[in-house]
């Protein structure tokens, strides 16, 4: 794997970011416009997973980075779980809910693979030439 420089590099922080921004853009929609308190929550909670990649990263430190990719595959379930009672409370549409979902579910798996690859590195004997 090449080398990666800054976090902005890394494609889950990426697709962390583009699914932040349509959280946003479903935020300023009635009803859930009006609904502060969902409407922040879902927000943080959306933006914790991309912040977490990034804080991580920033460490330089593989075992930390791979505590805060945990932290944001976690967010990542958060705002599912969010998405589903707002859903079902009739604050978002059904469509977007389930486009988003399966979003959610698809870069929840790319950071788990991404916390395996880290932690096999980890477990490889480092080797002295």
């Excluded at 009635?30 to 991580?56: H, M």
């Excluded at 990263?57 to 976690?74: D, Q, R, T």
């Excluded at 998405?83 to 409370?89: F, M, N, P, Q």
Aim: no cysteine.
């Amino acid at each position: 794997m090449a080398k990666i420089d800054s976090f902005e590099d890394l494609n889950v922080w990426k697709e962390a970011v583009r699914i932040a921004v349509e959280i946003y853009r479903i935020a300023d929609i009635a009803p859930i416009k009006n609904d502060y308190k969902s409407r922040d929550q879902l927000i943080g909670a959306a933006i914790s997973i991309s912040n977490n990649i990034a804080e991580g990263f920033e460490y330089n430190n593989n075992k930390v980075f791979v505590k805060f990719l945990h932290y944001s595959k976690g967010s990542a379930g958060e705002v599912r779980s969010q998405l589903a009672v707002l859903v079902k409370a009739g604050r978002v549409n059904q469509e977007e809910y389930l486009k988003l979902k399966s979003e959610l579910i698809v870069l929840s798996s790319q950071i788990k693979s991404f916390i395996n690859y880290l932690v096999s590195l980890e477990k490889k004997p480092n080797l002295k030439t």
